[in-house]
């Protein structure tokens, strides 16, 4: 970037100060926000000289404006002149990476260690390990926390004789007195853990491991669990047997709900490090106690894995015996939460039990959450259920899934409404075009004159999908027909509806149904007495004039347009005028 926008007339550095010194904090944030425009007005080298020196000294105490400043500053390289002078903007980040609100100190952490990335290998040595050292010996808290995130940037980039020195400075951290700092270590202990050497990791991080896990503070004990998974995955399978595997298990029992919640969490990435054969012995336990916990999140949580573990450790006997009993506890769980949870994940074991053991172990729970109460358990079993299909078909679920369809789509909330659209499509490659036709098809049409648009327009798009599912001739019989005779609606919200869907359904359609049956009801709206009817009949026009012959365009299309051109209603004129410039090439093709 060169400097030859650095003359003192384009930006003088005044106007920033008397800007970041005004009372109003909008104004102060619009030109931290513009920091950027300004470096570029100001030039490379007086960026360098000027401006971050301002913004090190710069001692606003608004945490929005701090915030802004901080990840700002996360991307100001380029802007001091690239990497070789980014450690200038160490100064200012060290600053922000101390105060008290920790949404700034996370930015302004991140912000360093992304500018930490780009240092060249002198730069990190003279300037950003004396920074992680400083911030993590320093005398308040804040320092310290903010050091926890920088340690994996600094180690990877340090010679290999400085790492001893980061390794015992993460380990004080650890074992800091104050609790906030010893939950950033534990936060950032897998991080800091996949940076630094194999043999160190069992020889001296481990232990650190263990002593957080049996931290008196539940919080600092809850990040730690945060470690498990990415400490096995960096371990041999023996030594995370040994050394994480425990941990795991202690924590599935651990009195703090929160840190069982994010065993279970974690539980499936534990799975993976460990292997089918040892997880099947040694999980399994930790998995069904976590699966009948006292706390609703905690089941909740682990519900929501039930389909991820039996797929990581086969769906055996011994992994049905044991899961499979708490998955129908589950389903009729006092918290509705948890049979959501349940609902979002159940059907992908029918794949792995196959046709007889699910129909025997999975069918009673499929159909008794398509009866629950709570909509998102209904919502969460229909959206998955192509993965039933697969196995046992769906006419075993049809009886109990048609009702529960029938109650969502009538649903008082409308986004419960939204939702079941979304999956019709999905349900209709499961149920056939006749079937579908026979229960489904009423409702699809239906929603067209919902009272909220939102609904209207998403019944639109499904009718096209419809339509591509089933095919050009089915949607000649059941939905063209239909869709024109709504076009009559007394309310003209509804008729606009209807004038969309027939936009939608023209590119599936035959050409002979849009040019005989389509084409002749669209043009028939634009003597509506509604000006916002005609005006979406000349969109809709324009919209059909590409999938029409140009002989179509010039005979039906075009003297519609030239009528509607002449309409009283200036907006009508405007679209009309719109498309009849994008016809005209049509026909002179």
């Excluded at 300037?127 to 804040?142: D, K, Q």
């Excluded at 006997?317 to 049979?339: I, T, W």
Aim: proline share 6%; with cysteine.
């Amino acid at each position: 970037m060169a400097d030859e926008g650095g003359d003192d007339s384009l930006y003088p550095i005044a106007v920033l100060i008397d800007e970041l010194k005004n009372e109003d904090v909008a104004l102060r944030l619009n030109s931290v926000r513009r920091l950027s425009t300004i470096a570029l007005a100001l030039g490379e080298e007086r960026t360098r000289r000027e401006l971050i020196p301002f913004l090190t000294d710069s001692n606003d105490d608004e945490d929005e404006v701090l915030l802004a400043m901080a990840e700002e500053l996360g991307n100001f390289v380029p802007y001091v002149g690239g990497p070789a002078f980014a450690d200038n903007l160490l100064g200012p980040l060290e600053t922000l990476s101390t105060v008290e609100e920790t949404v700034v100190r996370e930015k302004a952490a991140e912000s360093l260690a992304k500018v930490g990335t780009q240092l060249p290998e002198p730069a990190v040595i003279e300037h950003f390990i004396p920074l992680v050292r400083r911030l993590a010996t320093g005398e308040w808290f804040t320092s310290r926390v903010s050091s926890c995130g920088l340690f994996g940037t600094a180690y990877h980039r340090c010679p290999s004789q400085m790492r001893p020195e980061l390794r015992s400075l993460y380990g004080q951290l650890c074992r800091d007195d104050t609790p906030m700092v010893r939950r950033a270590a534990a936060h950032n202990l897998g991080r800091f853990a996949e940076r630094v050497e194999p043999q160190c990791i069992s020889r001296e991080l481990i232990p650190l491991f263990q002593e957080l896990t049996v931290d008196d503070q539940d919080s600092v004990r809850l990040l730690a669990v945060d470690s498990c998974g990415p400490l096995a995955r960096l371990l041999t399978r023996d030594e995370s047997a040994a050394h994480v595997l425990p941990v795991v298990q202690k924590f599935a029992a651990d009195k703090s709900w929160r840190v069982r919640y994010n065993v279970a969490q974690q539980l499936c990435q534990l799975c993976e490090a460990l292997g089918p054969d040892l997880a099947r012995s040694e999980l399994i336990p930790a998995f069904v106690r976590l699966l009948r916990d006292s706390e609703a999140e905690v089941r909740g949580a682990a519900g929501g894995k039930v389909a991820q573990f039996c797929s990581l450790l086969g769906a055996n006997e011994s992994c049905v015996v044991a899961v499979l009993p708490c998955v129908k506890e589950l389903a009729a769980d006092s918290n509705q939460f948890v049979r959501a949870s349940l609902a979002s994940v159940v059907m992908e074991l029918a794949p792995m039990l196959g046709k007889a053991a699910t129909i025997e172990h999975l069918l009673p729970v499929f159909l008794a959450l398509l009866k629950d109460d709570f909509p998102d358990v209904r919502l969460n079993i229909i959206s998955k259920l192509d993965q039933v299909n697969k196995v046992i078909g769906i006419e075993l679920l049809a009886q109990s899934l048609l009702p529960a369809i029938e109650e969502l789509a009538e649903d008082k909330h409308w986004r419960v409404r939204l939702a079941i659209i979304d999956y019709i499509p999905l349900l209709a490659g499961q149920l056939g075009s006749n079937f579908f036709q026979e229960k489904l098809g009423p409702q699809c049409l239906k929603w067209l004159s919902d009272q909220v648009y939102s609904i209207r327009e998403a019944a639109t798009s499904n009718l096209a999908k419809l339509a591509r599912e089933f095919g050009p001739d089915w949607a000649r019989d059941h939905l063209v027909p239909q869709v024109l005779g709504m076009v009559n609606n007394p309310h003209y919200l509804y008729r606009m509806t209807v004038l969309v869907a027939i936009a939608s359904l023209a590119p599936v359609v035959s050409n002979d149904v849009l040019c005989h049956n389509m084409l002749p009801v669209v043009v028939n709206c634009s003597k509506d007495k509604v000006p916002n009817i005609k005006f979406n009949v000349a969109k809709m026009l324009e919209r059909l004039a590409p999938l029409v012959e140009p002989v179509v365009v010039e005979r039906t299309i075009r003297p519609c347009l030239l009528e509607l051109n002449s309409d009283g209603d200036s907006d009508v004129r405007f679209f009309a005028s719109q498309a009849l410039a994008h016809t005209t090439p049509m026909i002179s093709a």
